[in-house]
T-cell receptor, first 112, second 112 residues
Framework: KNQVEQSPQSLIILEGKNCTLQ??????????LRWYKQDTGRGPVSLTI?????NTKSNGRYTATLDADTKQSSLHITASQLSDSASYIC???????????FGAGTRLAVHP | NAGVTQTPKFQVLKTGQSMTLQCAQD?????MSWYRQDPGMGLRLIHY???????DQGEVPNGYNVSRSTTEDFPLRLLSAAPSQTSVYFC???????????FGEGSRLTVL
């Protein structure tokens, strides 16, 4: 069964610190992997999209990595800010419009 | 350029009532979809459309109906609301198979 598992479920860090969120998937075939940020009460917003051939992609202070061999991805947040408090969702596509598998998300709280 | 617009943002229904969640986009994307988001779970696909006049079922279609008469609009109808349909609903458009997924702001539905 195609699955996307994220860890940890929730995380609290202090402002200015770095953190790394994990995403493991068992999706086949693999087309691409996406990371989204969802603020409370809002819709998810895209951070990165990575295909099989890409192993690192950055978007400002956000850096995503992909290891297609081990089927793992991580999202690293550098020098966290209060505005980084949100849920981060990992999505894996196996191709096709209806083939997006969503993880349950990691809820990040950044405290001053 | 509003992107994806959903209405209403909040709605309370009684069991057995019907209603329509509206979704409109101004990006001229062929693909539109409806997801529901429940606590502790990833977003689940309800219905999707790859163009005007074409709709198909996703992972959890029971109790919902859709139509796509124009490229811009993709309404979701709840035929006879049940408490199990209490959820947050998101409309999304996709710019091609590997493109970015754009979400609306969500519609929070409570069925009593």
């Amino acid at each position: 069964k195609n699955q996307v598992e994220q860890s940890p479920q929730s995380l609290i860090i202090l402002e200015g610190k770095n953190c790394t969120l994990q995403c493991n998937y068992t999706v086949s075939p693999f087309s691409n992997l996406r990371w989204y940020k969802q603020d409370t009460g809002r819709g998810p917003v895209s951070l990165t999209i990575m295909t099989f051939s890409e192993n690192t992609k950055s978007n400002g202070r956000y850096t995503a990595t992909l290891d297609a061999d081990t089927k793992q991805s991580s999202l690293h947040i550098t020098a966290s800010q209060l505005s980084d408090s949100a849920s981060y969702i990992c999505v894996v596509s196996s191709g096709g419009y209806n083939k997006l598998i969503f993880g349950a998300g990691t809820r990040l709280a950044v405290h001053p | 350029n509003a992107g994806v617009t959903q209405t209403p943002k909040f709605q309370v229904l009684k069991t057995g009532q019907s209603m329509t969640l509206q979704c409109a986009q101004d990006m001229n994307h062929e693909y539109m979809s409806w997801y529901r988001q429940d606590p502790g779970m990833g977003l689940r696909l309800i219905h999707y459309s790859v163009g005007a006049g074409i709709t198909d079922q996703g992972e959890v279609p029971n109790g919902y109906n859709v139509s796509r008469s124009t490229t811009e609009d993709f309404p979701l109808r709840l035929l006879s609301a049940a408490p199990s349909q209490t959820s947050v609903y998101f409309c999304a458009t996709l710019a091609g198979h590997a493109g970015e997924l754009f979400f609306g702001e969500g519609s929070r539905l409570t069925v009593l």
